[in-house]
């Protein structure tokens, strides 16, 4: 996640310095946007008219956020969140004159974190981008919690099959195996997962030795 994100996090309300691409194919709304943004304290460092301009302003200036109209011309804003999502993730906020339905129903995706009806007012746009960011956070959070959770499971079930390693050399029970194998990581001043494959590892080699 970008610094200036991570900054805003630390204080909701503070959403103040975020680099941002601005997606508006009307032109009063998008000077009216550029011009709120700024007073809020914020750099536009991309616009844009169309979904194909869109894209391309992030992929230039990686941007902290993207505030984008959904009905552009050629690629609308969601199909061309989605796109850039796959490369690089960026917070978006949609902007829209309709919330009907149909539009509803397509929105989707960790990416789209607010959504703004015109005509929109500069209190509007300052909570958007408040709330918009808190929902980044909270996402980001789960999803480093999802992976910090898989990568566990991982290392144990190496450890366990080091376990098992040791259990068959040494014919000693679990208990032993395990002290065995966190005395080994001590005193090589390992973590108990490298030296799990340290010992996994070895075991493969005897295994070579043993067909040669």
Known sequence: MAPLIMESLEHPMNTTKLRLVLAEDERDTREFLQEALTRLGHEVVGVAATGKQLAEQVDATHPDLVLTDIKMPGADGIDTATEFNR??????????????????????????????????????????????????????????????????????????????????????????????????????????????????????VFHELERL
Request: proline share 2%.
């Open 87 to 204: 490369e690089r993730e960026v917070p978006v906020i949609l902007i829209s004159a309709h919330h009907d339905a149909a539009t509803l129903a397509r929105i989707g995706g960790n990416h789209l974190v607010g959504y703004l009806v015109k005509p929109i007012s500069e209190g509007d746009l300052k909570a958007a981008l408040a709330m918009g960011l808190v929902r980044w956070q909270h996402l980001q959070l789960l999803k480093k919690e999802a992976a910090d959770l898989r990568q566990a499971l991982e290392d144990r079930k190496v450890v366990e099959k080091a376990k098992g390693v040791i259990m068959k050399r040494g014919r000693v029970d679990e208990e032993e195996a395990y002290r065995r194998l966190r005395k080994l990581a001590s005193n090589q001043n390992l973590k108990l997962i490298d030296i799990g494959r340290k010992v996994i590892a070895s075991e493969e």
